[in-house]
């Protein structure tokens, strides 16, 4: 924890996040040119989806994203709540449209991506369920971050919630394992490992590291606004108290 | 010209390639342009606040000191 609390302070927060927002901001652009390049210019079409396997490259990585960004609410929040880390619940507040951008477009390409496989845009299988209920969850903690008046007491639900609808994000990733759906099983993150071939792996590698580094670029962004809102908020108190 | 096109087709399913690729870009830099404007925006409001703040807490201080017309004076120039 006393790592964790160098950071505590936001003005070496800021400090730090401007030293890394240009590095992050070229390696997400580098990562996402050579990645869409192989995604659509340089993979082979699948022997069963066709040209359509090219949705595979943006909907698996948003999908991982929008787990990914939950379980870092989920530690924020725990964070936040135990350690009553002063950053916390600025990250997660400032994670969660992340998280929920990502989560959308796994639906919506997800969808787009059913129907030529399917023959249907959406079916209520325990895989797209539970992740419309990920939709549901992040759209919940926005809800309730902007639902107060206090900040403190709307940050403090809102972690609850994120704590709570964790149970969630396994329920996602064993739901092809645990029940019978119309979602494929697992095809890269597997025990006897990857069954997908090397030349999509790579292209859905890179647009994986280039979603990620993308989050890392505009969480850095979003906590630098929270903290000015937060100094504001500060300001305006002082001077309605004269 | 006509390679570009079949390639655009994408054998039939183009109809669902693109607007996977355009939601996207969409949202991807939607929230990316939503999120700087926040900064800039949180950044102008501070910038504007913490001087007239500042001031204020100079003069509040200044006048506890007895330096108050000193300060009304420096700050009137």
């Known amino acids: 924890m006393a790592d964790l609390h160098k950071f505590a302070n936001p003005n070496r927060f800021v400090r730090i996040a401007r030293a890394v927002l240009p590095w992050s901001n070229i390696v997400t652009a580098l990562l996402l040119i050579s990645g869409l390049y192989l995604a659509l210019f340089n993979s082979p079409a699948d022997y069963q989806h066709g040209q359509s396997v090219r949705i595979m490259y943006v909907h698996v990585p948003s999908a991982w994203m929008s787990m990914s960004i939950y379980s870092f609410l989920f530690v924020a929040s725990l964070v936040a709540l135990i350690w009553r880390h002063p950053l916390a619940h600025l990250a997660a507040r400032a994670a969660a449209p992340i998280g929920a951008g990502f989560t959308l477009v796994t639906l919506v390409t997800g969808s787009l991506w059913g129907k030529p496989g399917w023959g249907t845009w959406w079916v209520w299988d325990a895989r797209l369920t539970s992740v419309l209920v990920l939709f549901f969850l992040y759209l919940g903690h926005i809800a309730l971050t902007h639902a107060h008046d206090n900040p403190e007491r709307g940050a403090k639900a809102a972690a609850i919630l994120a704590i709570v609808g964790f149970v969630n994000v396994p329920i996602i990733k064993y739901s092809v394992d645990w029940w019978n759906t119309l979602h494929q099983g697992a095809s890269v993150i597997r025990a006897d490992g990857p069954s997908i071939d090397g030349s999509m792996l790579t292209p859905l590698l890179l647009m994986s590291l280039a979603f990620t580094t993308y989050f890392v670029s505009v969480l850095l962004i979003r906590i630098q606004s929270e903290i000015n809102a937060r100094k504001i908020q500060a300001l305006q108190l002082s001077q309605a108290a004269g | ?77």
């Not at chain 2, 996977?20 to 606040?49: E, F, H, M, N």
């Not at chain 2, 001031?55 to 120039?77: C, L, P, V, W, Y």
């Open chain 2, 1 to 77: 010209m006509e390679a570009l096109i079949t390639y655009l087709e994408m054998d039939g399913y183009a109809v669902y390639i693109w607007p996977s690729y355009g939601i996207v870009a969409l949202v991807l830099i939607g929230l990316a342009v939503w999120s700087v404007a926040g900064l800039r925006a949180t950044k102008r409001q501070l910038d504007l606040l913490q001087p007239a703040v500042e001031a204020r807490r100079r003069a509040r201080h200044a006048a506890s000191t007895g330096d108050g017309e000193k300060i009304a004076e420096e700050s009137s120039q």
